[in-house]
């Protein structure tokens, strides 16, 4: 069964950091790129950041270049989401995903559409307080 769960989340004060985990289960890990998703209310999901997890390749979204960290840690099976300086507008519901890295390949990371992502996690909430 393909599985993949999300942790992490919580309220922090703006300013703060938390780390969020994607841990991958019932696929080859090594052959998917994996990316990070939210969710806030009343908007339509967006695109956070994703990790090849063949070759290590990044792509950050705009809003979170130079605070969100994403890295992967391959023998885990894992992904995680370092996110620093957080801002209110960063509280969302975040959520990981996997898609086949041809596709990801095919694509880019940058221009990976979200349909083409094949598993989805369930999301964790990160609220952050002003």
């Known amino acids: 069964e393909v599985q993949l769960v999300e942790s992490g989340g919580g309220l922090v004060q703006a300013g703060g950091s938390l780390r969020l985990s994607c841990a991958a289960s019932g696929f080859t890990f090594d052959d998917y790129a994996i990316g990070w998703f939210r969710q806030a209310p009343g908007k339509e999901r967006e695109g956070v950041s994703c990790i090849s997890s063949s070759d290590g390749s990044t792509y950050y979204a705009d809003s979170v270049k130079g605070r969100f960290t994403i890295s992967s840690d391959n023998a885990k099976n894992t992904v995680y989401l370092q996110m620093n300086s957080l801002k209110p507008e960063d509280t969302a519901v975040y959520s990981c995903?996997?898609?086949?890295?041809?596709?990801?390949?095919?694509?880019?990371?940058?221009?990976?559409?979200?349909?083409?992502?094949?598993?989805w996690g369930q999301g964790t909430q990160v609220t952050i307080s002003s």
């Open positions: 995903a996997a898609a086949a890295a041809g596709v990801a390949t095919m694509w880019g990371l940058r221009g990976l559409p979200q349909y083409e992502y094949d598993y």
